[in-house]
Protein backbone atom coordinates (compact mmCIF):
# COMPACT_ATOMS: atom_id res chain seq x y z
CA UNK A 1 0.00 0.00 0.00
CA UNK A 2 1.80 3.52 -1.08
CA UNK A 3 1.12 6.81 0.91
CA UNK A 4 -1.45 9.08 -0.18
CA UNK A 5 -0.19 11.71 -3.12
CA UNK A 6 -0.49 15.37 -1.66
CA UNK A 7 -1.55 16.23 -4.91
CA UNK A 8 -4.41 14.29 -4.44
CA UNK A 9 -5.38 14.84 -0.83
CA UNK A 10 -4.84 18.39 -1.21
CA UNK A 11 -7.54 18.38 -4.66
CA UNK A 12 -9.73 16.03 -2.11
CA UNK A 13 -9.93 18.89 -0.16
CA UNK A 14 -10.09 21.53 -2.68
CA UNK A 15 -13.47 19.39 -4.04
CA UNK A 16 -15.08 19.34 -0.55
CA UNK A 17 -14.11 23.04 -0.08
CA UNK A 18 -16.06 23.66 -2.84
CA UNK A 19 -18.80 21.46 -2.44
CA UNK A 20 -19.17 23.35 0.66
CA UNK A 21 -18.96 27.02 -0.77
CA UNK A 22 -21.94 25.19 -3.16
CA UNK A 23 -24.25 24.23 -0.45
CA UNK A 24 -24.18 27.10 1.45
CA UNK A 25 -24.87 29.47 -2.10
CA UNK A 26 -27.29 26.89 -2.96
CA UNK A 27 -29.19 27.10 0.78
CA UNK A 28 -28.95 30.81 0.53
CA UNK A 29 -30.67 30.84 -2.76
CA UNK A 30 -33.50 28.80 -2.18
CA UNK A 31 -33.62 31.23 0.63
CA UNK A 32 -34.14 34.18 -1.62
CA UNK A 33 -36.45 32.07 -3.70
CA UNK A 34 -38.79 31.42 -1.16
CA UNK A 35 -38.76 34.89 0.31
CA UNK A 36 -39.56 36.51 -3.49
CA UNK A 37 -42.37 33.89 -3.61
CA UNK A 38 -43.78 35.84 -0.39
CA UNK A 39 -42.44 38.83 -1.56
CA UNK A 40 -44.44 38.62 -4.91
CA UNK A 41 -47.52 37.24 -3.84
CA UNK A 42 -47.54 40.58 -1.40
CA UNK A 43 -46.83 42.78 -3.96
CA UNK A 44 -50.16 40.78 -6.36
CA UNK A 45 -52.27 41.19 -3.43
CA UNK A 46 -51.50 44.99 -2.78
CA UNK A 47 -51.84 45.47 -6.85
CA UNK A 48 -55.05 43.91 -6.15
CA UNK A 49 -56.46 46.60 -3.55
CA UNK A 50 -54.88 48.75 -5.63
CA UNK A 51 -57.42 48.37 -8.81
CA UNK A 52 -60.38 47.79 -6.08
CA UNK A 53 -59.73 51.29 -4.97
CA UNK A 54 -59.49 53.03 -8.46
CA UNK A 55 -63.05 50.60 -9.11
CA UNK A 56 -64.98 52.18 -6.25
CA UNK A 57 -63.24 55.63 -6.66
CA UNK A 58 -64.67 54.78 -10.45
CA UNK A 59 -68.23 54.00 -9.01
CA UNK A 60 -68.35 56.81 -6.85
CA UNK A 61 -67.68 59.32 -9.23
CA UNK A 62 -70.39 57.45 -11.64
CA UNK A 63 -72.79 58.14 -9.12
CA UNK A 64 -72.13 61.52 -8.63
CA UNK A 65 -72.89 61.55 -12.61
CA UNK A 66 -76.05 60.12 -12.16
CA UNK A 67 -76.52 62.40 -9.42
CA UNK A 68 -76.18 65.33 -11.43
CA UNK A 69 -74.40 66.87 -8.25
CA UNK A 70 -71.37 67.78 -10.93
CA UNK A 71 -71.42 70.74 -11.91
CA UNK A 72 -69.48 72.02 -15.20
CA UNK A 73 -66.73 72.58 -13.21
CA UNK A 74 -66.79 68.89 -11.48
CA UNK A 75 -63.49 68.33 -10.00
CA UNK A 76 -64.39 71.15 -7.53
CA UNK A 77 -67.40 68.89 -6.44
CA UNK A 78 -65.44 65.87 -6.52
CA UNK A 79 -62.27 67.19 -3.94
CA UNK A 80 -65.55 68.21 -1.88
CA UNK A 81 -66.89 65.20 -1.60
CA UNK A 82 -65.93 62.70 1.48
CA UNK A 83 -65.94 59.62 0.43
CA UNK A 84 -64.16 60.67 -3.10
CA UNK A 85 -61.35 61.99 -0.70
CA UNK A 86 -61.58 59.01 1.38
CA UNK A 87 -60.80 56.50 -1.46
CA UNK A 88 -58.67 58.82 -3.26
CA UNK A 89 -56.50 58.66 -0.40
CA UNK A 90 -56.33 55.26 0.26
CA UNK A 91 -55.01 54.30 -3.16
CA UNK A 92 -52.55 56.88 -3.00
CA UNK A 93 -51.81 55.39 0.01
CA UNK A 94 -51.24 51.94 -1.88
CA UNK A 95 -49.42 53.48 -4.96
CA UNK A 96 -46.56 54.52 -2.03
CA UNK A 97 -47.03 51.14 -0.20
CA UNK A 98 -46.40 49.43 -3.62
CA UNK A 99 -43.16 51.81 -3.87
CA UNK A 100 -41.80 50.93 -1.03
CA UNK A 101 -42.42 47.54 -1.51
CA UNK A 102 -40.30 47.33 -4.52
CA UNK A 103 -37.51 49.80 -3.33
CA UNK A 104 -37.39 47.52 -0.30
CA UNK A 105 -36.95 44.18 -2.91
CA UNK A 106 -33.98 45.86 -4.64
CA UNK A 107 -32.53 46.71 -1.25
CA UNK A 108 -33.22 43.51 -0.18
CA UNK A 109 -31.41 42.02 -3.12
CA UNK A 110 -28.02 44.39 -2.12
CA UNK A 111 -28.21 43.00 1.66
CA UNK A 112 -28.91 39.29 0.35
CA UNK A 113 -25.77 39.48 -2.17
CA UNK A 114 -23.67 40.84 0.74
CA UNK A 115 -24.61 38.13 3.41
CA UNK A 116 -24.07 35.48 0.65
CA UNK A 117 -20.19 37.04 0.08
CA UNK A 118 -19.66 36.87 3.73
CA UNK A 119 -21.19 33.62 4.75
CA UNK A 120 -20.26 32.02 1.05
CA UNK A 121 -17.07 33.67 0.48
CA UNK A 122 -13.31 32.35 -0.67
CA UNK A 123 -12.77 30.66 2.89
CA UNK A 124 -16.12 28.61 2.48
CA UNK A 125 -19.24 28.64 5.27
CA UNK A 126 -18.74 30.29 8.77
CA UNK A 127 -15.29 32.05 7.38
Not at 63 to 89: F, I, K, M, N, P
Not at 104 to 109: K, L, M, T, V, Y
Amino acid sequence: MTAPDTQTSFSLSAVLSNLKVGLCVLRGELGRVASGVLRGMEARQLRRRLDEEHAALGRRVAELLEAGSLDAQGACSLTDDARVRELAGRAAFLRDELARHAAGAAADRERHMGRMARRCGSNGPGA
